[in-house]
């Protein structure tokens, strides 16, 4: 029985809303209902904020991983130390369980951020450089706008012009829209049988040559699947939705002048921006109890409706209405194995897995560049290979590791654990070299551009993650990280959990900016470190 001495009672005892769980879906929630006026308790049996979109040190991250308890999301989990010397560093590390995950300057979760006024708990820094693997081992910069496309030196000068043809093409295709054109041959709208074409036949169409759409579709767009494999790709990307990307990539490029590029990261980790919602909920009055597990859920004797939870320390709190993250487990007794809390409302649905790795180096990739985004379109290095696999390199000027090593983070989308490990292996092999005790380090970050020097492998961690659905039952069940780059879709889909739960209420109302308490950055900053 657990010691309820050790749990303090909590008051009041009625709330309109119960979250479990500090991740970020739970946390723009409770932010939300919090500043609609909502009275909110957020619970989390976990001693640090943040779930599954925590960062952690090395140790923390370790326990969270392997700890049976979490299984029902992770497995296959693959922890592997070639030098003992990293361990010793433990808490100088701030390792996110989610990675890689970038913000581009203008997607949902900035203007969220800046909407809801949470953005003054948490700063970023700009991703240095972008890099897309050609097939050959060599990695092409990413140019992110006309001036970049002129000053690149791995594309050939028909090439550039090819490149800013199509960029030219698009922004009048979205000037067009926006003026309320019609698409036809005559205009520069794109017409509507283009629109609803698959991307990759708009670009072959366009006569761009295989450098240029692999650019284009994976390191612009982001693409997951090989969109060169026909009626096989599980996922095919039409041209109305690649130029929605287009154009979120390009809108971010000089957002904020801070910002050298389209994207940035928080710094100390992505774990920062759950906790920015938690701040900003707390100041609307929201009540944050940490390390407290809930051992059951109450449910009405007559209707059978959820109506509240019982805590470990045997205290029953009710509410109107529950939030939790799908891994939440019921933990009654010592004695009693762990009851998923999911099984009981038959609320969980798995949509599929994504592969992530977490690799600590000495030396960068790149001379001179703390962090960068690399991705490996399909079939870029091993022949089989049907999904994108994405590199996010950060370095000590982020707080997420200490002077000198570098962090590097990976990920592909997934069918099973096997393809999964794959992905994951065949980037480790062309990323890194493997220390071995007794040996020269040759991770130094002394390069020379004619000198290719891998960074050497220090630690990792691979693992298969289950991507869980957002789901409206009993209870609001939140979505867990998906296999994106960025937050797009899930703080879509984090609006709309909160709009079912409150249709009247707006999700962060524009007023919330006017109340002489808060403190809303101008955009020219937004908390952006140069």
């Given at each position: ?6 749990y ?7 709330f ?18 919090s ?61 996110d ?26 700063e ?43 960029f030219?093409?698009v ?14 041959d ?17 670009l072959?169409?366009?006569k ?42 390009h ?24 906790q920015?919602?938690?701040?900003r909920?707390?100041v ?61 409302f ?14 600590i ?6 001379p ?14 091993y ?55 007794g ?92």
């Open positions: 029985m657990a010691d309820t001495e050790s303090p009672p909590i008051d009041p005892t009625n309109d809303l119960i979250v479990i769980g500090t991740g970020l879906p739970e946390s723009i929630i409770a932010a939300a209902a500043t609609a006026g909502k009275t909110v308790l957020h619970l989390d049996p976990n001693p640090h904020y943040g779930s599954h979109y925590s960062s952690l040190t090395l140790h923390d991250l370790t326990s969270f991983l392997t700890n049976t308890d979490r299984h029902v999301i992770y497995s296959d989990v693959e922890i592997c130390s070639h030098d003992e010397s990293v361990l010793e560093h433990s808490r100088k590390f701030n390792l369980l989610s990675g890689p995950r970038v913000l581009f300057c203008a997607d949902l979760a900035v203007d969220v951020l800046l909407k809801s006024i949470a953005n003054q708990y948490v970023f820094k700009n991703i240095d450089a972008s890099y897309v693997c050609d097939g050959s081992g060599n990695l092409m910069n990413v140019p992110d706008s006309k001036s970049a496309v002129f000053k690149d030196r791995t594309l050939k000068y028909n090439e550039k012009n090819q490149l800013n043809r199509f030219k093409l922004q009048g295709h979205l000037e067009g829209v926006r003026s309320g054109e019609s698409g036809g005559d205009g520069k709208v794109i017409s509507e049988a283009d629109l609803d074409s698959p991307f990759v036949a708009f072959d169409k366009m761009l040559p295989p450098k240029i759409k692999s650019i284009i579709l994976y390191a612009i767009a982001m693409v997951d699947y090989d969109q060169e494999a026909g009626e096989s790709c599980k996922e095919v990307l039409k041209t109305r939705d690649g130029i929605d990307r287009l154009a979120l990539y809108a971010s490029v000089g957002r904020f002048p801070n910002a050298l590029g389209a994207l940035i990261y928080p710094i100390y980790g992505q774990g920062e921006l759950p920015a919602f938690c701040r909920a707390a609307k009055g929201c009540l944050y109890v940490l390390r407290m597990p809930v051992i059951s859920v109450l449910l009405d004797k007559d209707s059978g409706n959820y109506k509240g939870v019982k805590l470990v320390s045997g205290q029953e709190i009710t509410s109107n209405k529950l939030v939790m993250d799908p891994s939440f487990t019921i933990a009654s007794s010592p004695s009693e194995s762990l009851q998923d809390v999911t099984k009981v038959d609320a969980r649905r798995v949509s599929g897995k994504v592969a992530r790795g977490i690799c180096t000495k030396g960068s990739l790149k001179d560049t703390s962090s960068c985004l690399v991705i490996y379109p399909p079939r870029s290095l022949p089989n290979q049907v999904t994108s696999i994405r590199v996010l390199q950060l370095g000590s000027n982020l707080a997420v590791c200490p002077s000198g090593m570098f962090v590097f983070y990976i990920s592909a989308v997934c069918d099973d654990a096997v393809e999964g490990k794959k992905a994951l292996h065949a980037a480790v092999d062309s990323l890194f070299s493997v220390h071995a005790s040996t020269t380090d040759n991770g130094s970050t002394d390069q020379t551009e004619s000198t290719v020097v891998k960074p050497t492998l220090l630690w990792s961690a691979l693992y298969i993650q289950d991507l869980i659905e957002g789901l409206i039952g009993p209870v609001v069940m939140t979505p867990t990280p998906d296999g994106n780059l960025n937050y797009n879709d899930l703080v879509d889909e984090t609006s709309k959990l909160f709009k079912n739960l409150y249709p009247d209420d707006e999700f962060f109302p524009e007023t919330c900016n006017t109340d002489p308490s808060d403190k809303l950055e101008d955009d020219s900053e937004a908390g952006i470190e140069s």
